[in-house]
């Protein structure tokens, strides 16, 4: 059954060293905060699994958090690389990592079929690239009906899976507003889902029925931190900080500057100061 918790106990209890984990989020709705807290505790050797990692896994792993990292694309958005993977993918600082790069196609597959319960997804993809030739977990099936050559790649299931979202209801529903991205399937495909939201309300009566909404029976824990997406932006709340985003290249392109900065905003921090990041970027009602 789902609880409401502070996200501080909803990361402690659905979070393990070693875990296969997916903080996910697409252009907004990216968890922060939720990632932010995993920093705070300390986890390691972490299997980091997103489709598009940005900051809060540059953070991760310039943290020494990840022994691993699936996606299909990884930088800065509107910036350019992200420095603190770069390092250690070049010069295995603080620790070397392994990689595992798929196409957006793959990702999006592998996760439906996670969250279908499937051992694999089978579609058409990779041609004409070279990705399977470094990539050993890309593999081709012929489809038994027309003979065609396929695709497969292993279904995501991880052991845990971090959202933000904009509403829960106070039975443990979420609603997901403007662009979904892969968050739906990233909890179905889940052992264990957390959902930072926005706000509590009291129902979704007077919302419109094709909303996506998860029921209280995919997540594990929900915790509220207004502005937990920060800096990205959540549909219908704040705007985009795209200050921070391009701040973050000169603080990440140094090593000694990141850890200070992540000792101060991130360590020292608390999830409620997420809500005083946004202030001049909420829009009027």
Known sequence: MVKFLPLK????????????????????????????????????????????????????????????????????????????????????????????????????????????????AVFRGYRGAGLAAVNPNIKSVTCPFTGEVLAAVPAIRPDATFIHAQKADRKGNVLVEGIIGIQKEAVLAAKRAVVTVEEVVDNFDDLHPNLTVLPNWTI??????????????????????????LEWDEIAADRDRFQ??????????????????????RKAA
Not at 235 to 243: M, T, V
Not at 260 to 281: C, T, Y
């Open 220 to 245: 594990a824990a929900i915790s509220v931190v207004p502005g937990g997406s920060h800096p990205s932006y959540t549909h219908g709340y704040y705007e985009r900080d795209n200050a921070a985003y």
């Open 9 to 120: 106990e909803a990361v402690a209890e659905n979070l393990h060293d070693g875990n296969t984990v997916a903080f996910e989020g697409f252009t907004h709705l990216i968890p922060t905060a939720a990632a932010h807290e995993a920093i705070r505790q300390g986890f390691r050797d972490l299997t980091l699994i997103r489709m598009t990692p940005d900051l809060i896994y540059d953070q991760m792993i310039g943290m020494g958090m990840a022994r691993k990292i699936v996606f299909s694309y990884v930088g800065n958005p509107g910036v350019g690389l992200l420095r603190r993977a770069r390092d250690a993918i070049e010069n295995g600082f603080p620790h070397a990592i392994e990689v595992e790069e798929h196409s957006h196609a793959g990702m999006a597959n592998a996760y439906e079929a996670g969250a279908a319960g499937l051992p694999c």
């Open 260 to 281: 200070a900065w992540m000792q101060k905003n991130v360590i020292e921090s608390s999830p409620d100061d997420f809500a005083g990041r946004v202030g001049h970027l």
